[in-house]
């Protein structure tokens, strides 16, 4: 599905379409999609979060349904924009189910730009998490080394 020429399809957490939040991914407000390759971005598109707000709140936050609910809903969205990573410097219990199908990388920078420079930067590690398959695990990237 990627490769070095076609590059991934990322999404990035924002509440504005600059900044990321520290809040959870599927706390975002919307999602920036970008197509990225080692040494280029394209903005696609901006998706609203028709999930931001759900569960979290009122002490609901142990009580997530299995098999469907937001991490199911926010998985299904981001499937229909192709989305083959997903960018936030914070993510909830769903990433479990949602690296089964996505590379989530939990970042330290608080703004897309440089997320991408990041991501750009980290750009083997991104590739070998993807072929990992079902089994990966989440990537953390750091700013500072």
Known sequence: MANDADGFIVAFATMDG???PKAHFGEAQQYEIYR???DDATRLESVANPHAGEGHGGGSHHRHEHGGGKGAGIGRLLAQ???QVMVSRAFGQNIVRMRERFVPVKIDVDDVEAAIGL?????GQVQSRWLQGQARKH???HSQL
């Open 81 to 83: 924009h192709r989305v």
């Open 18 to 20: 600059v900044a990321i």
């Open 119 to 123: 991501l750009q930067r980290h750009w």
């Open 139 to 141: 990537l953390v990237l």
């Open 36 to 38: 990225i390759t080692a």
